[in-house]
């Protein structure tokens, strides 16, 4: 395929479904700007223009079409301290060194780490995110008039009843059309978008902020850069991941990292805040028929438009209309097969998924929650490795040699189980050790074999150690202690 066929495909295979995607999306992303910053505390603006520059930005230069990036809560509770601290053009400046440091890791390949990311930390990961999506809108369901209530019931019924009828038209489009017109006709008592903050009327600005260019900047913003960075990575490629399953598409990991970083880069310079790649706006997209680059595209330019030229109208947008379809995202993101899972799961994969939920829900920090269920995924993977490790013995005729066959990862989990395997106190001439079918990983490893080696050594047995692999006897020869202590043996490498 051509580069200028691929690039067809990426913007112009879907045009009608990305178009009306992208301005649900660009609906759904107003309250939330709004919302986040004031979470910060900064202006409206500040998050609305981050959220056009990101989702416009990561729409040409990312690697996951499809997926919604924009200002989130997680990139905004980093930046409280900063803005309290040193006014919000520090956070203009730490989120253009943000950018720098992500395109960087673009380099670094820190996009492979994916690898280590279980499919319990996901699950746990999306459960989580639905829950936290649910949570957030209950604010708009606690001490409002009982007409919201009806109107939630109103927008969730279109929504799931429309599209039996067509999906010429995404149904959350209608659903918050038609509710927009139902509250402005009758002037409902509700709360509207406007509620949550004054919409700016001016296009963004390209400046750079007007902090000092010396090192004790550098200095306060490198730390919050940092910390944004990292979590906005950690959320984008396992959002990425997400909609590749969504959408059952691969995506560019290294080309997502560089263009999150671009996208971050260039919105500093527009007056805009950190974000990254927006589950719950992703999964609208996708499942309101979005599936290109022309569907960001799309949501950050009529996000744009819709509050420059049309703020006044925008404003009058019923929240309980916005509140319904993310909703319909909380249900829709929650993977609800898990529940049924847990009983036919191994009891590990199940609790690297609850606690992953647990941690992100306590914490309201996803990035939290998917380190710990990492962490906690390597434990119980190395705890499964070293059990699968074995050493059996076996005496020669002639009672002078014992052979201890060694079967298994060798690394610092099972280090202890070796050592335990040997009876040092035998009387014996020989000792041969075969590790044909084992393999030396780390340091924790040789530095047990140096251990057994010298113990024997010191009961006056010979030891020959036999069947090596390539890796295993570079890795014994470099970092191995044993013959600098006289203990000289002969290595068979296979």
Known sequence: MTRLQALSREWLANPRGDILAGIVVALALIPEAIGFSIIAGVDPAVGLYASFSIAVIIALVGGRPGMISAATAAVAVVVVSLVRDHGVEYLFAATILMGVIQYGAGYLRVDLLM??????????FVNALAILIFMAQLPELIGVTPITYALVAAALAIIYIFPRLTRAVPSPLVAII???????????DVNRVGDKG???????????PDVPLSLDT????LPYSLTMAAVGLIESLLTAQI???????????????????????????????????????????VK?????????????STLL?????????????????????????????????SIKNLRVHPWQSSLVMLATVSVVVVTQDLAEGVLAGVLLSGIFFAAKVSRLFSVTAELSADGATRTYRVKGEMFFASAESFE??????????????????????DISAVATLDKVVLKFRREGTDVELIGLNEASATLIDRFATHDKAGATFDVAAH
């Not at 038609?178 to 409902?188: C, E, G, K």
């Not at 550098?218 to 913003?221: A, K, Q, S, V």
């Not at 263009?259 to 589950?279: E, H, R, S």
């Open 178 to 188: 038609v509710l927009t017109a139902i509250a402005i006709w009758l002037d409902l």
């Open 198 to 208: 004054a919409l700016p009327s001016t296009l963004p600005l390209f400046r750079l």
């Open 288 to 300: 309101s028929g979005g599936t290109g680059r022309l569907s960001a595209f799309v949501a950050g």
């Open 305 to 337: 438009f819709l509050i420059v030229v049309l703020g006044p109208v925008v404003a009058q947008i019923p929240m309980p209309a916005l509140v319904a379809v993310m909703i319909m995202v909380s249900i829709g993101t929650f993977s609800w097969t």
């Open 218 to 221: 550098l200095r306060i913003i």
């Open 420 to 441: 335990a395997a040997f009876d040092f106190r035998e009387v014996i001439d020989r000792v041969i050790i075969d590790v044909h079918a084992a393999h030396f990983w």
């Open 243 to 285: 909609v590749d399953d969504l959408t059952d598409t691969p995506s560019a990991k290294k080309r997502e990292v560089h263009g999150q970083g671009i996208a971050n880069f260039v919105t500093g310079f527009l007056g805009g805040m950190g974000g990254c790649a927006m589950i719950g706006q992703s999964v609208i997209n």
């Open 115 to 124: 690898r280590f990311v279980s499919k319990s930390v996901i699950t746990g």
